[in-house]
Every structure is written in C-alpha cells, then in structure tokens.
C-alpha cells in the first residue's frame, strides 16, 4: 500500500515539474510567427548586405524566397538577392532573379532598377568576340527595352530645376514643397546616367557582335570556302552598317565574289562600295578594270 502511494505522489510530482519546465521554455522562448520569422531573416540578410558580406547575404535571402512569397518583402527579397549575387560576381544568377522579379512583380519601385541592373548583368556576361555572342545579344535586348520603358527626359531642364530648388531652399530651408521638389529632381537627374551608359553601351555591343560576324567570313575565306564567306559578309552588310566593320565587309565581299567569279555580283557590290566612299574610287580604279575584262570574257 505505502509502495503504491509513493509512485502515486511521484508520477504526480513528475508531471507536474515537466508542465512547470514546458511553460518556462514557453515562456523564455515564445513561438514565432511566419511573419516573424521572415522579418527576422531579411534583418539578419540585410545586415550581412550592408557590411559587403554578399555571398552569406545571399544565402539568407535565398532561404527567404519561399516563406516571402505574398508578403510585403516579397520585392525586397527578390531585389536585394538579385544584388547580392551581382555585386559578388555572379551574373548569371543575378540576371535569373532580375528576370524573376520584373515577371512576378512588375508594380515594384525596383523596376526601373532591377530593368538596368538586368541589362548590366548580360553585359558583364558578354564574352570575347571570337565567342558565343548569346549574352551580348540579351544584354542589347535588354539596355533597348530599358530605354524604351524609361526615355530620356529633358536633362537641362531637370539640371535647372535642381539647381532652382537648391537655391530657394537656402533662402527657405523649412519649406515642405522645396523639399519634395528638389529631391525629386535629384533623384530624376540621377536617372540620366544610367540611360546614358545604356544608350552607349548599346553600339559598343552592337560593335562586338559585327566583329564577331566579320571574323568568322575571314575565316571561311582562310579555308577557301567563298560561299559561305559572302553569308557571313552580307550579314555584316545588312544588321550592322553602323559600325566600322560594314566598310571593311563591303570591301572583303568584292574579293571574295571575284574568288568566286562571280563578276556581274562583283562590280555591283564595287559600284556600292564606290557610292558610299566616293574617296575610293581612284583606289578602286584597278578593281574595277579587272572585273571589266572579265566580264567581257
């Protein structure tokens, strides 16, 4: 009987110690909330961000993607993920996220920036002429798109403007209206920069891509293989007249079609070359005899 109370009043004492340690780790540690818990990893994220620590930045918002989806840091994830991986190099990831982002979330005040940045990210990729020019055509795709989404506003305008309200804020510098309007022309200003390195950027890749084309017509004339040199040459000709290699195509085709014996073709392509280079026609003078006489023939 005395055996049996006393692992009564121990069962009772056991249990009651567990409820009283279960309410102290409750009570020390509470549970968190979905909500919670995201907030809690993008401040850690964040933070690793701002100190430059980009790749264990990355780590954290990419935890966060999922538990982020439908929240008011679904933007902020994807847009700080996206630049963790950009600013450590690693473009092609970068370039996904960015694409992501304006796919899902295309009202997101990062759109102007995550446009530019998505551009920046293909160039970076863009490779050495003499490779596949995939990533150069995406980057042109992309900086083309950012200009047409974004035009360029009147810079001289905005320049005054800022300065305008640069100086009506030292005469007033408590007005609420000065404030909004100087900081929005700032910000307008800063704009143009980018629009301007996209619309260089644009005829430099341009540029690459005919050097490309151009290289690979030579080297099918370095295998005597004509035909498929003239392809490659007209390619030149047709997509990329703006750039310095359309005079050097145009030339080399003439070469190559009189290779060919191809002489009717030859002496068109040598009186286009000689319209759109009046300068060359005493150089060509040779040139074109030599079609002549052969054309006779």
Known sequence: MLVTRFFSRSAVIVFTLGLLMTSGCSSS?????????????????????????????????????????????????????????YRSGQYILSAD???????????????????????????????????DQQFTNKAIEQFALYLD???????S??????????ELLKINPGNSEYKQNYAAATAQFSRIDSLRYAEKAIPVLRE??????????????????YKAAVIFYD???????????FKQALAAKIDVLMKRK??????QTLDQYVQLYPEKEKEMKGVREKIR????N
């Open 29 to 85: 540690k509470p549970v968190t909330t979905a909500t919670e818990r995201v907030n809690e990893g993008y401040a850690k994220a964040q933070k690793l961000y701002s100190k430059g620590n980009y790749d264990e930045a990355a780590l954290v918002f990419e935890s966060l993607l999922f538990t982020s989806r439908a929240t008011a840091l679904e933007d902020d994830v994807l847009f700080f993920l996206a630049q963790s991986y």
């Open 97 to 131: 996220i960015f694409t992501r982002m304006q796919q899902q979330i295309s009202a997101t005040p990062y759109a102007r920036t995550s446009q530019f940045l998505l551009a920046k990210s293909y160039e970076k990729l863009s490779p050495h002429f003499e490779l």
């Open 149 to 155: 989404l974004y035009p360029m506003t009147d810079s």
């Open 157 to 166: 305008k905005i320049a005054s403007d800022v300065d305008t309200y640069k």
């Open 208 to 225: 690459k891509l005919a050097k490309n084309t151009f290289f690979i017509a030579r080297q099918y004339v370095q295998l005597k293989k």
């Open 235 to 245: 390619e030149v000709i047709k997509r990329y007249s703006d750039t310095i290699f």
């Open 262 to 267: 191809k002489w009717f073709d030859a002496g």
């Open 293 to 296: 006489q052969n054309f006779k």
